[in-house]
């Protein structure tokens, strides 16, 4: 192993669950450091993602259920940069009341929390975009954060698929070069591009 690579595993270890908030305005008075966060439709895999990247097998519970994560969850990784898992959007079979209260938490959380330096926008590759990451793109931009697109379960895409959904989403980005970062390619499954997403964070932390 790499002295870079080491470093980052050490990094990343040093993990621990801070809590579960129904509003941005309680996570003000948990600690000061800057947060990045997962965002995406519901069972797109945010909970297996914050799990690989930390290398913890439990830390952010999985479920087979789309629609379970109904609070904002927080994670510290090193005393340093909170992992935030946000509520998954666009899931149908919860009830309209609570579908509408957990698009509230999102978008309040997004727009309003100040210590929010990155946004990660997951996307099942398989699946490919719908109307509600494109909403999710306008919010993050309108809130003015920068954000990035990961595409999580490539393992069951072809890699001409794969080439072909980047162009297309090269084109979809032009439309918000000014936010937009970077794609990541990614499968929990095969640990497929979790580094990337770790280095990616790993310098995010040391903003200031």
Same mark, same amino acid.
Do not use: W
């Given at each position: $192993?790499? /002295?870079?690579?080491?470093?980052? =595993? *050490?990094?990343?270890?040093?993990? @621990?669950?801070? !809590?579960?908030? &129904? +509003? ?24 297996? $993602?914050? /799990?690989?990247?930390?290398?913890? =097998? *439990?830390?952010?519970?999985?479920? @087979?259920?789309? !629609?379970?994560? &109904? +609070? ?137």
């Amino acid at each position: $192993m790499s /002295n870079g690579n080491k470093s980052l =595993k *050490n990094f990343f270890n040093s993990n @621990k669950f801070i !809590g579960s908030f &129904q +509003s941005y305005k309680d996570i003000k008075k948990v600690n000061t450091v800057n947060d990045c966060c997962f965002v995406g439709r519901s069972n797109v895999g945010k909970s297996s $993602m914050i /799990n690989a990247v930390t290398k913890t =097998k *439990n830390l952010a519970k999985t479920s @087979k259920t789309p !629609g379970r994560t &109904q +609070s904002i969850n927080i994670f510290l990784i090193n005393e340093n940069i909170n992992l935030v898992d946000l509520p998954g959007y666009g899931y149908a079979k919860v009830s309209k009341v609570i579908r509408d209260n957990l698009g509230i938490l999102i978008e309040e959380y997004i727009m309003n929390q100040l210590n929010l330096i990155h946004a990660y926008v997951l996307i099942d590759a398989k699946v490919g975009v719908k109307n509600s990451d494109i909403d999710m793109f306008d919010l993050i931009s309108e809130a003015e954060r920068n954000f990035s697109i990961v595409f999580t379960k490539i393992d069951k895409c072809s890699q001409s698929y794969l080439s072909n959904l980047e162009n297309s989403m090269q084109s979809l980005m032009k439309s918000y070069k000014k936010y937009f970062n970077n794609f990541f390619f990614t499968s929990t499954k095969k640990n497929e591009g979790i580094i990337n997403i770790q280095k990616d964070i790993y310098t995010l932390s040391k903003q200031k």
